[in-house]
């Protein structure tokens, strides 16, 4: 049998044999006996201000300009995008993902949150927060998402406000998007020059602050590699110089640019019919070209070896806080990747990824105490990780996690395979 001792101020202190060990006698002890015990879970990639549920942006220019200032950019508006933010970052915890990182949020709600967090206000997942986006005029997130710079020197400054700010990551936006597009092919369509992105990089990179890459197609993957990203996100098909340039990024931090896929995000309103997602065929076909681009990206990332993380859009359409093991069981369904390979990708690798492995995403003595329970093993079946029987964060149980699930949302899902 063995035990894992935990410090009170969070950390593993011992991992044992529980012959072996000498536990203090004012400890706790949690009796996991016949359960699984793995790291807690990393969330690379989602926002917090939505929790899933189906939206479709159809509204006129005039109707968002309206909605941001009479609604969301008003004192009550402000007050309900920082309950829901919080209320997405617990729904995740309570399902088992540890630590989140927030790539794209409105008025740095997510540093706020963050910093309620780390000064204990309340137990909260651990948090990388990026504020709003870096994009262009006209580009994806812009404005309301979105700090806009159409220079160099604008994205420096940036980047510079956003640190200003608080935030532990850049997040900026190489290509168009599908939620924005207005016309076929628009959603990879190149936004940012390779300039912008270098003088971007070359900003946060010397303060040691990762940039993570949206980017929809393979030209904008080739500039945003070129100009040096820590990540990209959601990605695309490769070519032969790509592939070499994530392998050795010399311009990355980590000398090589992982890869973030969203599978989950783009598969229901790329593959499932018009009628059930009631998305309009311009999105159903931009979601089916960056889908099919996005799953041949990930296939060669796997077969060439090119560093992969997890990250699921949480936020997006059908795309819930607590789900994050969809995105895993469609790793395997479409590439060779088994459940013990999508689980180190999941934990490990998204933290050596992200910067922070030297804190959590494994379980070693002087990292986080951040663990998941399950009562049945994820490597016979990865939908264990749907039902987590205790969370750990920090050293911070939760022993009876509460999950409210979205059931339009998972009927869906579930119907699909
Ligand atoms: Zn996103």
């Not at 992982?258 to 059930?276: C, G, N, R």
Request: negative net charge; hydrophobic residues 40%.
């Amino acid at each position: 049998m063995m035990t894992i001792l935990i410090h009170e101020d969070g950390l593993i202190q011992e991992i044992g044999k529980t012959s072996d060990l000498s536990i203090p006698s004012h400890y706790q002890t949690i009796d996991v006996a016949g359960k699984y015990v793995m790291p807690g879970l990393i969330n690379a990639h989602v926002h917090l201000f939505a929790d899933g549920k189906p939206f479709t942006l159809s509204a006129s220019e005039g109707l968002l300009n309206f909605a941001f200032h009479h609604i969301l950019d008003t004192r009550l508006g402000r007050s309900v995008l920082k309950k829901r933010v919080k209320k997405n970052a617990l729904t995740a915890l309570h399902s088992g993902v540890t630590t989140m990182r927030s790539v794209g949020e409105f008025f740095y709600t997510d540093v706020q949150l963050r910093d309620e967090i780390n000064t204990n206000r309340f137990v909260g997942p651990n948090l990388l927060v990026s504020g709003y986006f870096l994009s262009v005029t006209g580009g994806h997130g812009a404005p309301y998402l979105a700090l806009i710079g159409d220079s160099p020197w604008e994205a420096r400054k940036n980047v510079r406000l956003n640190v200003k700010n608080g935030v532990d990551i850049i997040k900026i936006c190489v290509t168009g998007g599908v939620t924005d597009a207005n016309m076929v092919g628009e959603a990879g369509r190149l936004q940012m020059t390779e300039e912008e992105v270098a003088a971007i990089c070359e900003e946060a990179h010397k303060i040691g602050m990762r940039v993570a890459a949206h980017v929809e197609s393979t030209e904008g993957v080739r500039i945003a590699l070129e100009g040096g990203v820590d990540t990209i996100e959601h990605g695309a098909e490769m070519d032969e110089e790509i592939i070499s340039l994530y392998k050795n990024n010399p311009r990355a931090l980590n000398g090589y640019t992982a890869l973030i896929p969203t599978m989950q995000a783009a598969y229901p309103a790329a593959k499932l019919d018009t009628s059930l997602t009631k998305v309009n065929e311009t999105v159903k076909e931009n979601s089916r070209l960056v889908y099919d681009s996005m799953l041949k990206g990930l296939r060669q990332a796997v077969e060439h070896h090119i560093k992969i993380g997890v990250g699921t859009d949480a936020a997006m359409s059908y795309v819930t806080h607590y789900d994050i093991w969809r995105e895993l069981d469609h790793f395997m369904r479409q590439t060779k990747l088994n459940a013990g390979q999508v689980i180190e990708r999941v934990t490990k690798s998204n933290a050596e990824i992200l910067g922070i492995d030297h804190l959590t995403g494994s379980i070693d003595v002087g990292k986080q105490a951040d663990l998941i329970v399950m009562e049945q093993n994820p490597l016979n079946n990865i939908k264990a990780l749907s039902d987590v029987a205790m969370v750990m964060v920090k050293g911070n149980l939760i022993q009876t996690p509460s999950v409210t699930r979205i059931r339009e949302v998972d009927e869906l899902l579930d119907s699909v395979w």
